[in-house]
């Protein structure tokens, strides 16, 4: 596509000095039906609060099932769901970085000995962009928990068994507590920053598959049977990281309403933040057919600079 002035330098420049190219500045439908994606995420978002008293009936109704049960003597025992693999993911949230640190190897592998690339863009772009995008996500988390302070549901007088201190009445999603903090994190229950790890760590790794197909394609075009391998491959790669993604992160946002953590509404809050910003995953991806472009041309304007040298310098006869 003819490019701008202003896209032709800034391209020449990210060339030049970085080797490196995002397809969002060269392609603009580039990640056109994530930004579709986005923009239904933040309606999503919207919906939730026009409808969140609606909404508050389901969380309290969840909250009540998870914070307690009645064992056979009568005894209330509280978060009884949080137990085996539950509660380990609780506790240990980290092994979900696994999971992008598994898919970023399977990528390199497939692209430095089957594709055998030898471009350092290639290689920056999945740990650049899931910088990036980390980023992004967990400060609005962090600004979205600061400016909510909605109680926990273990800090609410209605599911709130245990502590003695730190209780408030249930407030519904979107409707901040004013009050005082009694105790530090008891207000910080919208967004769920675990459930936002999860998605943020699995959602990027299931579309560096299909990114993975493009880069692959970038360098390789083969006959229909090829293609046809290809695809189904990279179909049934995707499809097997896609189920085991989207598991792990339903997983996470049952750990945390068994743990008294989070209503339901904070872990889908969680969710729809992490999914409205995975368009920068895609518009990041390097665009290998600039940069060879803009390097061939290189190359040719260098070889009719040194042939128009050359013949400069050649004595007359």
């Given at each position: 596509m003819p490019y701008t002035n202003m896209q032709r330098i800034i391209v020449r420049a990210c060339i030049r000095y970085l080797n490196y190219v995002p397809i969002g500045m060269t392609s603009p439908t580039a990640g056109l039906g994530f930004v579709v994606l986005s923009i239904a995420s933040f309606g999503t978002l919207i919906f939730l609060y026009v409808f969140k008293e609606k909404v508050a009936d389901l969380d309290q109704i969840l909250a009540s099932a998870?914070?307690?049960?009645?064992?056979?003597?009568?005894?209330?025992?509280?978060?009884?769901?949080?137990i085996g693999l539950i509660s380990f993911i609780n506790t240990y949230p980290l092994v979900y970085v696994l999971f992008p640190l598994g898919v970023m190897l399977l990528c390199y592998g497939i692209l430095f000995f089957v594709v055998?690339?030898?471009?350092?863009?290639?290689?920056?772009?999945?740990?650049?962009?899931?910088?990036?995008?980390?980023?992004?996500?967990?400060?609005?988390?962090?600004?979205?928990?600061?400016?909510?302070?909605?109680?926990?549901?273990?800090?609410?007088?209605?599911?709130?068994?245990?502590l003695e201190t730190c209780k408030y009445e249930f407030k519904a999603i979107f409707t901040p507590y004013l009050g005082r903090s009694q105790?530090?994190?008891?207000?910080?229950?919208?967004?769920?920053?675990?459930?936002?790890?999860?998605?943020?760590?699995?959602?990027?790794?299931?579309?560096?598959?299909?990114?993975?197909?493009?880069?692959?394609?970038?360098?390789?075009?083969?006959?229909?049977?090829?293609?046809?391998?290809?695809?189904?491959?990279?179909?049934?790669?995707?499809?097997?990281?896609?189920l085991w993604g989207i598991s792990g992160i339903i997983l996470m946002i049952i750990a945390r309403m068994s743990a008294?953590?989070?209503?339901?509404s904070d872990t889908l809050t969680a969710v729809l933040i992490a999914v409205a910003f995975l368009f920068i995953v895609v518009v990041t991806r390097p665009d290998i057919h600039a940069v060879q472009m803009y390097q061939n041309k290189?190359?040719?304007?260098?070889?009719?600079?040194?042939?128009?040298?050359?013949?400069?310098?050649?004595?007359?006869?």
């Open positions: 998870f914070s307690s049960a009645i064992n056979n003597e009568g005894i209330h025992i509280p978060n009884p769901y949080n055998r690339s030898r471009d350092k863009s290639v290689y920056l772009y999945f740990p650049l962009s899931f910088a990036i995008y980390v980023t992004i996500v967990q400060t609005v988390v962090i600004v979205m928990k600061v400016l909510l302070r909605r109680p926990r549901p273990r800090n609410t007088h209605e599911f709130g068994l245990l105790c530090s994190h008891s207000l910080s229950s919208t967004p769920s920053g675990h459930t936002a790890a999860a998605a943020y760590c699995i959602l990027p790794s299931i579309i560096y598959i299909t990114q993975l197909f493009e880069l692959i394609r970038a360098y390789w075009t083969p006959r229909l049977l090829g293609l046809t391998i290809l695809s189904v491959t990279m179909g049934l790669l995707l499809t097997v990281v896609a008294g953590a989070h209503f339901l290189s190359n040719e304007d260098a070889e009719n600079q040194e042939r128009t040298t050359k013949r400069d310098d050649t004595p007359l006869q």
